[in-house]
């Protein structure tokens, strides 16, 4: 049994056996030089390969207007759309006659030369490399046995969970009425058009997972959407477990979008900050459908990931405004940039680390580099003038940390007011608390921050020693191991004594069934994905906090009779 990890787009839970669809992507591209006498002949074969592509994506329109919603069809419009500008069939011909290639490899370098500019341009830009992937991969399969057999055909009716590196809109509308149980590919995002379909057709969908190393057609998998986690190959008493949860998880549908709506409150109208996790920015635009209290915690490493130079303050201060603008309202709690050795951008060197987990993270990386934070710190100030701007440090440590941290904040201020922008409101600090340390000092801490965020998923690994890089090792803790919890609890003590908030994130949060523990804890702010939004929503309107009986020693004592045996 094997336990991947992605991001979830449909929330749903799927059993079933794999078909894998991976060389689409890996098709090699015919590239060859022509001759002068043979210009036309590929005009030619250029000319029939589009009118078929065009006739094929009008077929899609009509055939998606009819089985799909209005979205569909809008998506394969624009994708005839496409194909119908003569700038590409010119830019196509035209790079036939001048660099005497193929129509294939012509096709391949025109639609390569748009997707290079869309890269360039500002985040929101980016979704449309995708249509240019899509609609270039349609025009190019006329050309390149289309018609052949797929490499691995959905058996009958039989229900099957498709496993693909890249996933088309066009796969989609094509699986339509094939009995697909979910969808999981290696890349992908929030608002490709192929998540906007699975969402329309209400499919469990998760990308982000390394399928193409693991997968093999007919391996059996579990797509849990719920916990973005796919589990491939599972034991059979995993397996039982989820059958169950699919049974509860189809009789809970509709009350998850029921309650969506409405405040989060438990049985008893104990009001309960439920906010959300934000770690790229297209996760904002499925947002619409809940009542949320906030983000509670924005990472800003996308940002900085996938480039090749760092973000400059103006890209950084457009991002931030956008996001806070949207919501001004709500605390948008924004976290400074955290680098650590699985999220250290290329073009930020580091010296070598025996120990990368215990060693250049937090305010120990701002010596190294101090200027990448004071542009990100001054885009941060001021983006909060339009709205409900929190900062938040990662990894605090000690007092030291924050220190270094806040004399940064106070430096970017001073630089600002050089440049005469005006700084019109004190913007609140937090702190992650995420190591024992940190725990251990939360009564100096909190003096110096105005909230505090749990950070349960490195504080586990801090706690115990073990890395989370190593899956096997630590899958082997319980998640609520007893000395994680003790520091939790402390933590709520000493900072609930000061009238401050603290915050529980990380993938205990997810958890809906520990929130009877969390409630008698006295946490009562949370921050979820957003994927598991409602569904922790509705666990708490379901719980009656004045009837929670010595939840935290049952947990302990039960957690500790399961190490014994």
Same mark, same amino acid.
């Not at 630089?415 to 700084?423: A, D, P, T, V, Y």
């Not at 019109?424 to 801490?445: F, Y």
């Given at each position: 049994?094997?336990?991947?990890?992605?991001?979830?787009?449909?929330?749903?839970?799927?059993?079933?056996?794999?078909?894998?669809?991976?060389?689409?992507?890996?098709?090699?591209?015919?590239?060859y030089?022509?001759?002068?006498?043979?210009?036309?002949i590929e005009?030619?074969?250029?000319?029939?390969?589009?009118?078929?592509?065009?006739?094929?994506?009008?077929?899609?329109?009509?055939?998606?207007?009819?089985?799909?919603?209005?979205?569909?069809?809008?998506?394969?419009?624009?994708?005839y759309?496409?194909?119908k500008?003569k700038?590409?069939?010119?830019?196509?011909?035209?790079?036939?006659?001048n660099?005497?290639?193929?129509?294939?490899?012509?096709?391949y370098d025109?639609?390569?030369n748009?997707?290079?500019?869309?890269?360039?341009?500002?985040?929101?830009?980016?979704?449309?490399?995708?249509?240019?992937?899509?609609?270039?991969?349609?025009?190019?399969?006329?050309?390149m046995?289309s018609?052949?057999?797929?490499?691995?055909?959905?058996?009958?009716?039989?229900?099957?969970?498709?496993?693909?590196?890249?996933?088309?809109?066009?796969?989609i509308?094509d699986?339509?009425?094939?009995?697909?149980?979910?969808?999981?590919?290696e890349?992908?995002g929030?608002?490709?058009?192929?998540?906007?379909?699975?969402?329309s057709?209400?499919?469990?969908?998760?990308?982000?997972?390394p399928?193409?190393?693991?997968?093999?057609?007919?391996?059996?998998?579990?797509?849990?959407?719920?916990?973005?986690?796919?589990?491939?190959n599972?034991?059979?008493?995993?397996?039982?477990?989820?059958?169950?949860?699919?049974?509860?998880?189809?009789?809970?549908?509709?009350?998850?979008?029921?309650?969506s709506?409405?405040?989060?409150?438990?049985?008893?109208?104990?009001?309960?900050?439920?906010?959300?996790?934000?770690?790229?920015?297209?996760?904002?635009?499925?947002?619409?459908e809940?009542?949320?209290?906030?983000?509670?915690?924005?990472?800003?490493?996308?940002?900085?990931?996938?480039?090749?130079?760092?973000?400059?303050e103006?890209?950084?201060?457009?991002?931030?405004?956008?996001?806070?603008?949207?919501?001004?309202?709500?605390?948008?709690?924004?976290?400074l940039?955290?680098?650590?050795?699985?999220?250290?951008?290329?073009y930020?060197?580091?010296?070598?680390?025996?120990?990368?987990?215990?060693?250049?993270?937090?305010?120990r990386?701002?010596?190294?580099?101090? @200027?990448?934070?004071?542009?990100?710190? %001054?885009?941060?100030?001021?983006?909060? =003038?339009?709205? #409900?701007?929190?900062?938040? /440090? *990662?990894?605090?440590t000690?007092?030291?940390?924050?220190?270094?941290?806040?004399?940064?904040i106070?430096?970017?201020k001073?630089?600002l007011?050089?440049?005469n922008?005006?700084?019109?409101?004190?913007?609140?600090i937090?702190?992650?608390?995420?190591?024992?340390?940190?725990?251990?000092?939360?009564?100096?801490?909190?003096?110096?921050?105005d909230?505090?965020?749990?950070?349960s998923?490195?504080?586990?690994?801090?706690?115990?020693?073990v890395?989370?890089?190593?899956?096997?090792i630590?899958s082997?803790?319980?998640?609520?191991?007893?000395?994680?919890l003790?520091?939790?609890?402390?933590?709520v @003590?000493?900072?609930?004594?000061k009238? %401050?908030?603290?915050?529980?994130?990380? =993938?205990?949060a #997810?958890?809906?069934?520990? /929130? *009877?523990?969390?409630?008698?804890?006295d946490?009562?702010?949370?921050?979820?994905?957003?994927?598991?939004?409602?569904?922790?929503?509705?666990?708490?309107?379901?719980?009656d906090?004045?009837?929670?009986?010595?939840?935290f020693?049952?947990?302990?004592?039960?957690?500790?009779?399961?190490?014994?045996?």
């Amino acid at each position: 049994m094997k336990i991947l990890k992605g991001q979830t787009i449909v929330s749903g839970i799927a059993l079933g056996k794999i078909c894998t669809i991976f060389n689409e992507e890996e098709k090699t591209i015919p590239h060859y030089s022509i001759l002068d006498s043979q210009i036309d002949i590929e005009i030619i074969r250029f000319n029939k390969g589009m009118d078929k592509a065009r006739n094929q994506l009008q077929e899609y329109v009509e055939e998606s207007y009819k089985t799909l919603d209005g979205n569909a069809s809008k998506i394969f419009y624009s994708h005839y759309m496409i194909l119908k500008d003569k700038n590409i069939s010119s830019s196509i011909i035209n790079s036939i006659k001048n660099n005497l290639i193929n129509v294939e490899h012509a096709i391949y370098d025109v639609f390569e030369n748009f997707i290079d500019l869309y890269r360039k341009k500002d985040m929101h830009f980016h979704e449309l490399i995708h249509d240019f992937q899509d609609v270039r991969e349609t025009l190019l399969n006329e050309f390149m046995n289309s018609d052949d057999d797929e490499p691995c055909p959905i058996p009958g009716k039989s229900p099957i969970i498709i496993v693909t590196k890249r996933l088309s809109p066009y796969m989609i509308n094509d699986m339509f009425d094939k009995n697909v149980l979910a969808f999981v590919s290696e890349e992908g995002g929030f608002t490709t058009h192929a998540s906007v379909l699975a969402r329309s057709m209400g499919i469990p969908m998760m990308f982000n997972v390394p399928v193409t190393s693991f997968c093999n057609c007919n391996d059996f998998a579990i797509v849990d959407a719920e916990n973005e986690k796919f589990i491939l190959n599972p034991d059979n008493s995993t397996i039982k477990d989820y059958e169950i949860k699919v049974e509860v998880f189809k009789q809970n549908q509709e009350k998850y979008k029921s309650i969506s709506k409405l405040p989060a409150k438990t049985k008893d109208n104990l009001n309960v900050d439920l906010k959300v996790n934000i770690n790229l920015p297209n996760e904002i635009y499925l947002l619409k459908e809940h009542n949320f209290d906030g983000i509670g915690l924005l990472r800003t490493e996308f940002i900085f990931l996938g480039k090749t130079q760092p973000p400059s303050e103006d890209e950084q201060f457009q991002t931030y405004k956008k996001i806070v603008s949207l919501y001004k309202d709500k605390p948008v709690t924004i976290r400074l940039l955290d680098i650590g050795s699985d999220k250290t951008p290329a073009y930020l060197e580091l010296p070598h680390q025996v120990n990368p987990d215990l060693g250049i993270k937090g305010a120990r990386s701002v010596n190294y580099f101090k @200027e990448i934070f004071m542009n990100q710190i %001054k885009a941060l100030i001021r983006a909060a =003038e339009y709205g #409900n701007l929190r900062i938040l /440090y *990662p990894m605090v440590t000690d007092i030291s940390d924050i220190k270094i941290f806040s004399g940064l904040i106070e430096e970017a201020k001073n630089e600002l007011s050089l440049r005469n922008i005006k700084i019109n409101q004190e913007i609140p600090i937090g702190a992650m608390i995420e190591t024992p340390s940190a725990a251990i000092m939360i009564d100096q801490i909190i003096e110096n921050v105005d909230f505090v965020n749990i950070g349960s998923n490195d504080l586990f690994q801090y706690t115990l020693a073990v890395s989370r890089e190593h899956q096997d090792i630590y899958s082997s803790y319980p998640i609520f191991h007893p000395a994680v919890l003790r520091l939790i609890k402390m933590v709520v @003590e000493k900072v609930t004594e000061k009238n %401050k908030e603290v915050c529980l994130c990380g =993938e205990i949060a #997810n958890i809906e069934e520990a /929130y *009877p523990l969390f409630l008698d804890m006295d946490l009562t702010s949370f921050s979820v994905s957003v994927s598991k939004h409602s569904v922790v929503k509705l666990k708490l309107s379901e719980i009656d906090k004045t009837k929670i009986q010595i939840v935290f020693d049952d947990f302990i004592n039960k957690i500790r009779n399961e190490n014994k045996n």
